[in-house]
């Protein structure tokens, strides 16, 4: 069949690709439609076509899934915040587990997997602890919301459902706050206006504010109002900071930043333990999804009072310093100084003294460590996951055991291979939702040294 742009088609939907979208096959040729489910029967329309593959539209609803839910507000699916919001969450679990079990079957060429069921919340709504939410003129009116997937068109928002509810009304008020001076937005094509983006910040436990006005010059209309307005709003904010991004670059951060008001930090809590965090800090957007994560981790780990523990990638120290409660001692490592030195202080903040952290590329560093053999690692890389050379360098330090936390199961699936080959075998897999609405999942990884 010559397939055309434009053209509707009939097709069942197969499968559900690790983006989340739906697969239909036409004269097996992939479609990619969003918004449907595995087992749907549906009408599309064509959008592109590429040389293996095409994106379609879906128009028309055949035969519906049993777990299709009514989608109340179709704007998380316009700009991205809840792609999946259309699946019952009880299947959103399934699907994401079988997400993990095609990568590890067909990347790391695995067979006979153990993957427990995934672990989801229990109110899979409100979940995340942080927004960064873009300000700009729509018409005459500053308005803020996400852009439209893929665009640069804001689409404005009020109640973002994915969000906590507090963050959704600093948001909107802050809004109205720079409407009343008449703060100029940024607009990207002119590269002029003042506010680029409302970042807000919240502690789950603690209730603690952070905002961040980001612009791009360091002069603002009315800032000393605005600040007060702010203040005086949300009686939540400990810390209010001015962040200065003069780029014009996609980057939402840029690397000057100012206290108006209150503590250069706020405070959260993982586990028990508390942490602070700065503006340019990574901190787990979802801490209720964060602390089963970790608590999953250090379960599959059974950390002993005599081991020695390795945590690569370990941020503000949130894994080490849960680990450092079990372990006889725990070496953190991490590129960004700031987040290294918030980890000292968290260390010191929950009286751990049997951690200690160094900054630096963990590739690099692991290699200092050849005559200080682990007996546990645990490794938590960003999305492209572990370098070829702290591979080896890992396995040759050799821990009896290596807990690989990963938010892209493609690249963990791809490094676990590597470390099967290498004497470790991967004994189970555990799923865990921390984004639930989204195509997103975070996994953890088991392996064992088989010589020991
Ligand atoms: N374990 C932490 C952070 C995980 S995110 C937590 O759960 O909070 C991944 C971390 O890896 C980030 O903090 C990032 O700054 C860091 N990182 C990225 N590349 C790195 C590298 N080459 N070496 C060490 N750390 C790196």
Redesign the pocket.
């Given at each position: 069949m010559n397939l055309k742009k434009n053209d509707h088609y009939i097709g069942y939907v197969e499968d559900l690709t690790s983006q989340g979208m739906g697969v239909v096959k036409i004269d097996g040729f992939p479609i990619f439609v969003d918004g449907t489910i595995p087992e749907e029967e549906i009408e599309l329309r064509i959008v592109s076509l590429k040389k293996t593959y095409g994106y379609g539209k879906l128009i028309k609803i055949i035969k519906a899934h049993e777990n299709r839910v009514e989608v109340k507000d179709d704007l998380g699916r316009q700009t991205g915040t809840a792609p999946l919001g259309h699946i019952k969450y009880s299947m959103q679990l399934r699907l994401k587990k079988k997400i993990v079990k095609d990568s590890f079957e067909r990347i790391g060429k695995f067979e006979n997997l153990n993957i427990s069921p995934t672990i989801g919340m229990v109110n899979p709504w409100q979940y995340r602890n942080k927004a960064q939410v873009p300000v700009r003129m729509v018409g005459a009116r500053l308005e803020t919301g996400y852009f439209r997937r893929g665009t640069n068109e804001l689409i404005p928002m009020e109640n973002y459902h994915t969000q906590h509810v507090q963050i959704d009304e600093t948001i909107n008020k802050v809004r109205d706050i720079l409407r009343k001076y008449e703060v100029p937005a940024y607009d990207p094509d002119s590269h002029t206006g003042q506010i680029r983006h409302i970042v807000v910040r919240r502690g789950f436990y603690t209730g603690q504010i952070m905002v961040i006005l980001v612009t791009r010059t360091e002069k603002v209309t009315k800032l000393d109002q605005i600040k007060e307005e702010i203040i005086s709003q949300v009686p939540e904010v400990v810390s209010l900071v001015q962040n200065i991004n003069e780029k014009n670059t996609n980057k939402i951060l840029g690397n000057t930043t100012k206290i108006l008001y209150g503590k250069d930090h706020y405070e959260d809590e993982i586990l028990g333990l508390r942490f602070k965090i700065s503006p340019q800090?990574?901190?787990?957007v979802n801490t209720q999804g964060?602390e089963s994560?970790?608590y999953q981790a250090l379960k599959m780990a059974k950390i002993k009072a005599t081991d020695i523990v390795l945590?690569?990638?370990?941020?503000?120290?949130?894994?080490?310093l849960n680990a450092a409660q079990k372990a006889k001692e725990v070496h953190g490592?991490?590129?960004?100084e700031e987040?290294i030195e918030s980890a000292r202080e968290n260390a010191t903040l929950n009286k751990i003294d049997n951690v200690y952290f160094k900054a630096?590329?963990?590739?690099?560093?692991i290699q200092n460590y050849q005559d200080k053999p682990f007996d546990i690692a645990?490794v938590?890389?960003?999305r492209?996951g572990l370098?070829p050379s702290?591979i080896e360098a890992l396995v040759e330090n050799g821990p009896r055991k290596i807990v690989y936390?990963s938010?892209n199961p493609s690249t963990q699936a791809r490094d676990c291979k590597i470390l099967a080959e290498s004497g470790y075998k991967l004994e189970q897999i555990q799923p865990v939702d921390m984004f639930p609405m989204t195509h997103h999942v975070e996994c953890i990884a088991l392996l064992q040294r088989e010589i020991m």
């Open positions: 800090s990574f901190f787990q964060a994560l970790y945590d690569a990638y370990c941020g503000i120290g949130t894994i080490a490592i991490e590129i960004i987040a630096g590329p963990a590739e690099k560093l645990i938590d890389p960003p492209k370098d702290f936390i938010c």
